[in-house]
C-alpha cells in the first residue's frame, strides 16, 4: 500500500492527477480502514473532476471517522454542487452535530445549510437557520429581521435544526450575517412574502449605513 501511495504522490507532484488518482484508489482499497487515505482520493478525485468517485470516496472516509467535520462540510458541499440539496441537508446538519459551539466554521456551515435547504424547498428549515444567524450579531438592527423569521418559523415545529449556542462573535460574523440576511431576501421573495423580504432589506440597509465604532 505505501508504494502505490509513494506512487500516487509521485504523479501528483508531476501533475498527472489521474494518474495519481489511480494509485491513491489502489492504496485505498489495499487499506480500507485508513480514512486519510479516502479523503486523499476524494480530494484529487475533485481536482480530475470525478465527483462519483469523490463522493464514494468520502463516503467510505466518513464511515471511518463519522465525526470528521471537515470531511463532512466537504461531501456536503459536493452533494449540493450535484444538486443533491436534500442530502446536502443532512450531511450539513450531520456537521452541526459534530462542531462544538465555539467553533469558528460554524456559522459558514449553518448559512450553507440554508443555502441547501431553501434549494431543496424547506423554506421552514431555511428561516430557523437564518433567523439564528442574523440574532448572533451585536448591531440591534439584526433583531427585527430575527424576530421576523422566527415568527415565519412559528408556523411550524423543526426539531431537526440543533439549538446550540453559537459562541463569542467573531470577525466575519457581519459578513455572514449580511449573507443571510441576503438569503432571506431572497428565500421571503421567493414566497412572495413581501413584507418580510422588505424587513429584511430595511436591516440590510440600517445594518450597513450604522457607524463603526471609535476605538478606545
Known amino acids: 500500500p505505501d508504494s502505490y501511495h509513494t506512487l500516487g504522490l509521485i504523479y501528483e507532484e508531476r501533475d498527472e492527477k489521474k494518474l495519481a488518482l489511480q494509485m491513491f484508489v489502489i492504496a485505498a482499497h489495499l487499506t480500507p480502514k485508513d480514512a486519510e487515505i ?31 467535520v471537515g470531511i463532512t462540510v466537504a461531501r456536503a458541499q459536493l ?25 469558528p466554521r460554524r456559522a459558514r456551515i449553518e448559512l450553507a445549510l440554508a443555502e441547501s435547504a431553501r434549494s431543496a ?27 421576523g423569521a422566527a415568527a415565519n418559523a412559528a408556523a411550524s415545529d423543526d426539531d ?4 446550540d449556542e453559537t459562541g463569542e462573535v467573531r470577525d466575519d460574523d457581519d459578513e455572514v450575517r449580511f449573507a443571510a440576511l441576503a ?33 478606545a
Not at 121 to 132: K, M, S
Not at 160 to 163: M, S
Open 38 to 68: 479516502w479523503h486523499k482520493v476524494a480530494l484529487v478525485a475533485l481536482e480530475v473532476d470525478d465527483r462519483e468517485q469523490a463522493l464514494y470516496s468520502f463516503g467510505r472516509a466518513l464511515k471511518l471517522a463519522p465525526a470528521d
Open 79 to 103: 452533494l449540493a454542487a450535484t444538486h443533491q440539496h436534500a442530502k446536502a441537508v443532512d450531511a450539513y446538519m450531520s456537521a452541526l452535530r459534530h462542531c462544538q459551539p465555539a467553533d
Open 121 to 147: 424547498g424547506n423554506a421552514q428549515r431555511a428561516r430557523t437557520v437564518l433567523g439564528r444567524l442574523i440574532a448572533v450579531a451585536p448591531p440591534d438592527a439584526a433583531a427585527a429581521v430575527a424576530s
Open 160 to 163: 431537526d435544526v440543533d439549538d
Open 183 to 215: 438569503l432571506l431576501v431572497a428565500l421571503e421573495m421567493g414566497a412572495s412574502h413581501w413584507a418580510a423580504a422588505i424587513r429584511a432589506v430595511e436591516q440590510c440597509h440600517a445594518a450597513l449605513q450604522a457607524p463603526e465604532s471609535d476605538p
